[in-house]
């Protein structure tokens, strides 16, 4: 890094528009970089990184500053996370900084409370450590500091996991098998891949190998009838119709348009015709009641604090609260609420999070099975393991950084009990969808 010029002046510029968060830092970030477009890919690496980089380890660097500018926070980032030496950052201090760095870089971490050796506001290093106990949540809390890898999912409708690995490998980029999804692959580099062939040609999408393995808890099948509640921009939508082999008839519902038109692109890419995105006003949606009791597997990917992304959304830990996080605990209960009703009898429902907070994760299911005994809980391990996937991390699937090296997710996998003999026809009337039905699902279609 030090042997070539750093563009510096360049990223606090960067840091000092982004630092104060009135929006996500991706978000801002990106648009500084539309706003300076004669920089190059190096440099718009070396901004991102230093950007991304004071973000997972605000906290301590803040604390080590004594009192922080966006300048002095780059400038300790390169001394204590990228260990520059005063040689090599002697061209770009000003004044007082020489004097400066040496304490930054003295600076004691160890005596430090653990919410600043964690880089975490007080209340989430309270949670933490109830949670998973000081060893675990250090480990966690290292691993969340770290950059996340670039993971992909092989579209298996257009392209065979072993075959694009040989292709990526052989175009230069280091790329491994996923140790836990039959589909993933792992990059060692972040190359661009927008404008890559096999991108283009819908062979892969961008996806975290622990959202991968959600789709492998639904478990869809062939010409069943599936409904992904939360499909945002539909990387899990994607996965779920490829795995029914784009057989069946697969609702992407969601609350925000936006979200949803980016979802147009990548399915025209996916092949998949089979998914049917669906722009809904809330979990109470006129739609939705249509089609209860018909479903044969619901996903509920929830909204939820976003915590266990900390990797690729350090700025998530400093924009979220006790506040949000029980405000989001309310939407949860009301989404899985709403969304098992459409679960037909004998049917699945899967409620998942990228959330390490069991507030919004084990205590939502806990509450939803005692309001709701037709539901009965699955061993998620089990489940996975009946699919040749190996992870066991009990009833539920837990997955983190530190253990998994994947973002951090939770998911419950559930089933509604099978109708008496009595119900039998009317349930097999039940899942006959009408024509007033699929008229009223195609409206407003993304």
């Not at 991102?48 to 780059?74: H, Q, Y």
């Not at 792992?186 to 190998?209: C, H, I, M, N, T």
């Not at 899985?336 to 084990?362: D, F, H, I, M, Q």
């Amino acid at each position: 890094m030090a042997n070539t010029p750093l563009p510096l002046e360049t990223a606090i510029s960067a840091l000092r528009t982004v630092l104060p968060l009135e929006a996500p830092a991706d978000v801002l970030l990106s648009r500084f970089f539309r706003e300076n477009p004669t920089l190059g890919a190096k440099d718009r690496a070396f901004i991102a990184e230093l950007v991304f980089g004071v973000l997972r380890n605000l906290r301590s660097l803040d604390t080590a500053c004594g009192k922080p500018t966006p300048r002095l926070l780059a400038i300790a980032w390169l001394v204590r996370i990228q260990g520059m030496n005063m040689r090599q950052l002697e061209p770009y201090l000003r004044g007082p900084e020489m004097d400066q760095v040496p304490a930054i870089k003295a600076f004691d971490l160890s005596a430090q409370p653990l919410a600043v050796q964690w880089d975490v506001p007080d209340w989430l290093a309270d949670r933490l450590l109830a949670t998973y106990g000081e060893a675990e949540a250090t480990r966690l809390a290292a691993a969340l500091r770290r950059s996340a890898p670039l993971d992909l999912r092989t579209n298996t409708i257009l392209a065979k996991r072993d075959e694009l690995l040989a292709t990526l490998n052989a175009a230069g980029m280091t790329a491994t098998a996923t140790p836990y999804s039959p589909v993933g692959i792992r990059l060692a580099d972040k190359p661009a891949l927008s404008k890559y062939k096999p991108f283009l040609a819908g062979e892969f999408e961008v996806q975290d190998e622990g959202s991968q393995l959600l789709g492998y808890l639904v478990a869809p099948k062939r010409g069943e009838m599936v409904v992904d509640f939360c499909a945002g921009a539909g990387g899990k939508t994607l996965l779920l119709g490829a795995l029914m082999n784009s057989t069946g008839r697969l609702y992407a519902f969601d609350v925000s348009e936006k979200r949803l038109t980016k979802l147009k692109p990548r399915l025209k890419r996916s092949g998949l015709s089979n998914i049917t995105p669906q722009l809904i006003t809330s979990e109470h949606d006129s739609r939705i009641k249509r089609l209860a009791g018909k479903i044969d597997r619901v996903l509920v990917d929830a909204p939820c604090s976003g915590l266990g992304t900390l990797r690729r959304n350090p700025d998530l830990k400093l924009r979220q609260n006790p506040e949000s996080v029980a405000e989001l605990t309310v939407k949860q209960a009301s989404i899985l609420a709403a969304s098992s009703k459409l679960v037909k009898p004998g049917g699945r429902l899967v409620y998942a999070t990228c959330s390490l907070l069991p507030e919004e994760n084990e205590d939502i299911v806990t509450a939803f099975l005692a309001a709701n005994p037709r539901f009965q809980l699955k061993n998620a391990a089990e489940v996975l393991k009946n699919q040749q996937i190996n992870v066991d991390t009990g009833e539920y699937l837990r997955l983190n950084p530190a253990d998994h090296a994947t973002d951090g997710f939770f998911a419950a996998v559930m089933e509604a009990d099978a109708a008496p003999a009595s119900e039998k026809i009317k349930v097999k009337k039940a899942v006959i969808v009408t024509p007033e039905d699929s008229e009223a699902l195609t409206t407003d279609a993304v």
